[in-house]
């Protein structure tokens, strides 16, 4: 018996809590508002209740056939019961969608700035700042790299000197154990000024000539057309890069003199050019 009690109270739920059958009741309830009104009168008997329910729903019907359906007792408040459950959820969705186009709208306007003549002012200053701090800093480089030829140059110098002297030394001398040591010395200082030297050589290029290879990908880019103009977005996405690192290799090329960059009114940014130095690096490197 107690198993019947809870599973006639289980169906009734599931009945019960159809999203359908609860709008049904409460528009019901609604547009049948007179009818709890009276049903609900203390000072009315019961047959003037019946007298006054009769009366209310005399005339509230609908004849199709043989068939007379009420019209606030059944008809009204299911047709609005499958609008809410059916029709209402589409309609929500639509103005929510409309929302978020709104809110993204608003997103787009409050991110664009445009910089006042006193920011583009102060931008630049620091622009160039920057652009004489770089100059400074390959002027210290070019010293650096003058001096070290110069140390080459008196390293090339001196092996010179030695191997002058192993040819008097052979001339002169008649100790083969001498020569043979002097020569060896003489060998031994030839074979580390030459690994000096080669040393020497690669850090020059190093710092001279070799660029990274992001540097290099863009000189490539501009060697398909010299006459380019670029942004600092579009290298982004060639170089896959974030805009800070990107702007960087960008500055490093234009403080190596191979590309240059001027501020662009209608683009309301830099924009970058390769230069004659930039092209004679694209021919010299083969980049093109």
Same mark, same amino acid.
């Given at each position: 018996m107690k198993d019947m009690i809870n599973s006639f109270k289980a169906?009734?739920? @599931?009945? &019960?809590t159809s999203p359908l059958l609860g709008s049904f009741i409460f528009y019901? /309830? /609604?547009c049948n508002y007179k009818f709890i009104v009276i049903l609900f009168d203390k000072d009315l008997t019961s047959e003037? #209740? $019946?007298?006054?329910?009769?009366n209310l729903y005399k005339t509230d019907y609908i004849s199709i056939s043989i068939l007379n359906i009420p019209i606030n007792g059944l008809l009204l408040p299911l047709l609005i019961a499958l609008a809410y459950v059916l029709v209402l959820p589409f309609i929500s969705k639509f103005i929510h969608k409309a929302w978020i186009w709104h809110q993204n709208e608003l997103k787009k306007i409050s991110n664009g700035k445009v910089l006042t003549e006193k920011e $583009?002012? @102060?931008l630049q200053q620091k622009y160039f700042e920057l652009e004489l701090s770089f100059? #400074? &800093?390959?002027?210290?480089?070019d010293k650096e790299i003058t001096q070290l030829r110069k140390f080459l140059d008196e390293k090339e110098h001196l092996l010179l000197e030695s191997l002058n002297k192993i040819d008097e030394y052979k001339k002169d001398t008649k100790n083969t154990e001498e020569l043979i040591q002097e020569n060896q010395k003489l060998q031994n200082n030839l074979k580390t000024f030459s690994e000096h030297n080669t040393l020497l050589k690669k850090e020059l290029d190093k710092t001279y000539r070799n660029s990274s290879d992001e540097e290099r990908l863009i000189m490539k880019d501009f060697a398909s057309n010299h006459k380019k103009e670029t942004t600092l977005e579009e290298i982004s996405k060639l170089l896959n890069l974030p805009e800070l690192k990107a702007d960087y290799i960008l500055k490093n090329l234009i403080a190596k003199r191979l590309l240059t960059n001027e501020y662009s009114p209608n683009k309301q940014q830099y924009i970058y050019k390769v230069n004659d130095e930039g092209k004679k690096y694209i021919v010299e490197n083969g980049l093109i």
């Amino acid at each position: 018996m107690k198993d019947m009690i809870n599973s006639f109270k289980a169906n009734l739920y @599931e009945r &019960t809590t159809s999203p359908l059958l609860g709008s049904f009741i409460f528009y019901w /309830i /609604i547009c049948n508002y007179k009818f709890i009104v009276i049903l609900f009168d203390k000072d009315l008997t019961s047959e003037n #209740k $019946f007298v006054a329910i009769d009366n209310l729903y005399k005339t509230d019907y609908i004849s199709i056939s043989i068939l007379n359906i009420p019209i606030n007792g059944l008809l009204l408040p299911l047709l609005i019961a499958l609008a809410y459950v059916l029709v209402l959820p589409f309609i929500s969705k639509f103005i929510h969608k409309a929302w978020i186009w709104h809110q993204n709208e608003l997103k787009k306007i409050s991110n664009g700035k445009v910089l006042t003549e006193k920011e $583009f002012g @102060e931008l630049q200053q620091k622009y160039f700042e920057l652009e004489l701090s770089f100059s #400074k &800093t390959f002027s210290e480089k070019d010293k650096e790299i003058t001096q070290l030829r110069k140390f080459l140059d008196e390293k090339e110098h001196l092996l010179l000197e030695s191997l002058n002297k192993i040819d008097e030394y052979k001339k002169d001398t008649k100790n083969t154990e001498e020569l043979i040591q002097e020569n060896q010395k003489l060998q031994n200082n030839l074979k580390t000024f030459s690994e000096h030297n080669t040393l020497l050589k690669k850090e020059l290029d190093k710092t001279y000539r070799n660029s990274s290879d992001e540097e290099r990908l863009i000189m490539k880019d501009f060697a398909s057309n010299h006459k380019k103009e670029t942004t600092l977005e579009e290298i982004s996405k060639l170089l896959n890069l974030p805009e800070l690192k990107a702007d960087y290799i960008l500055k490093n090329l234009i403080a190596k003199r191979l590309l240059t960059n001027e501020y662009s009114p209608n683009k309301q940014q830099y924009i970058y050019k390769v230069n004659d130095e930039g092209k004679k690096y694209i021919v010299e490197n083969g980049l093109i």
